[in-house]
């Protein structure tokens, strides 16, 4: 029912600054909790940040925390990542996934739908 697509990656230095966009199709994009992971080559796919359905609460791990920012715009069908003072070890591809009246959590088994995910590189 719902398809979503990730936005915005690219190259940025160190210290600067990207938005991410997870684009949703679909009808019912309000009812779904939405969270960013990502996944380093050779490593497990990670929470990043997430957003409960209804908008009221927000999860980030620790090591994005006060840097990351998560939003969404039901409006516009859309979550998006805001992400500042990038360092080099957020170098990853950062993917999102949807849950059904979801709460948005580190949990992976929790989201039913992911996107394809979009490449985010940051330089020294």
């Known amino acids: 029912q719902v398809q979503l697509v990730e936005s915005g990656g690219g190259l940025v230095q160190a210290g600067g600054s990207l938005r991410l966009s997870c684009a949703a199709s679909?009808?019912?994009?309000?009812?779904?909790?939405v969270g960013w992971f990502r996944q380093v080559p050779g490593k497990e796919r990670e929470f990043v940040a997430g957003?409960?359905?209804?908008?009221?609460?927000?999860y980030y791990a620790d090591s994005v925390k006060d840097r990351f920012t998560i939003s969404r715009d039901n409006a516009k069908n859309t979550v998006y990542l805001q992400m500042s003072s990038l360092k080099p070890e957020d170098t990853a591809v950062y993917y999102c996934?949807?849950?059904?009246?979801?709460?948005?959590?580190?949990?992976?088994?929790?989201?039913?739908?992911w996107g394809q995910g979009t490449q985010v590189t940051v330089s020294s």
């Open positions: 996934a949807a849950a059904y009246l979801g709460r948005g959590t580190s949990r992976r088994n929790e989201y039913a739908l």
């Open positions: 679909g009808r019912a994009f309000s009812s779904y909790a």
């Open positions: 957003i409960n359905w209804i908008g009221t609460s927000t």
